[in-house]
């Protein structure tokens, strides 16, 4: 993977024009397509982030967010003209890395761009490194290679729902805010509302139904904790 091309996938030109503008001063690469299908077309093992705009001709950039997540860890920045809690919601649980609403300061989108490549790196020297795994009577939540098995079955999650779990399960009964776990899941340069956490907790547990020895407990007007009771 580059370390620095980037996609863009926007049908308005000035997005492309005023963005490119900036990401190429700061030394990065960019590949520019201009609907959905082609931003599918152009995914490829060089690129190092993509940018996808929600409204695109062809495809959405949610659809395109979900065909990227079938195959790829690639970090995905939404954008979105709405501001609605629903399309920032939708798009983190498809496994989006941050959004940013339009219209955007450029120099704002490039930071952004930088935090979330930050964030990344060391994600990926963990695969390389001691292999992290959270174990107990029927889970097991494996971060080096993004896996996670329950009642002996492979359970299929979004990146960020498989963090939180992993996050939450290698610290047993310690208690954590939902800010904390916005600032440790989604960095400390993520902008958004608690809310974001408690949809990926329904959705754990959705899939993780609570289990004898342990479960996703709520800590009211607190936040949640990965409690274990004794065997």
């Known amino acids: 993977m580059s370390a620095n091309k980037i996609l863009i996938a926007d ?38 982030l993509c940018v996808l705009d929600i409204m695109m001709p062809e495809m959405s950039g949610l659809d395109v967010c979900r065909e990227i997540r079938k195959t790829s860890r690639v970090p995905v920045i939404m954008l979105t003209a709405k501001g609605e809690t629903f399309d920032k919601v939708l798009g983190l649980e ?57 009642m002996g079955k492979q359970v299929d999650m979004p990146p960020k729902e498989l963090e939180l779990l992993y996050f939450l399960a290698s610290s047993p009964n310690q208690v954590f805010t939902r800010e904390q776990l916005l600032d440790h899941i989604w960095g400390y340069e993520y902008i958004g509302d608690t809310r974001t956490v408690d949809v990926h907790i ?29 065997e």
């Open 11 to 48: 049908d308005d030109k000035v997005v492309h024009e005023s963005l490119g503008i900036y990401l190429k001063s700061e030394g990065f690469e960019v590949v520019d397509v201009y609907d959905g299908k082609a931003a599918v077309a152009a995914l490829d093992s060089d690129i190092a």
């Open 94 to 150: 498809l496994g989006a890395d941050d959004y940013i609403l339009k219209p955007f300061d450029s120099k704002e989108l490039v930071a952004r761009v930088r935090a979330v490549l930050r964030r990344f790196q060391p994600k990926q020297a963990a695969v390389v490194s001691d292999e992290k795994c959270a174990t107990y009577p029927d889970l097991i939540v494996n971060l080096t290679n993004y896996s996670v098995t329950y």
């Open 202 to 230: 329904k959705r754990l547990r959705e899939k993780i139904k609570d289990h004898p020895n342990w479960s996703i407990s709520t800590v009211w007007g607190i936040g949640y904790k990965f409690e274990v009771k004794s």
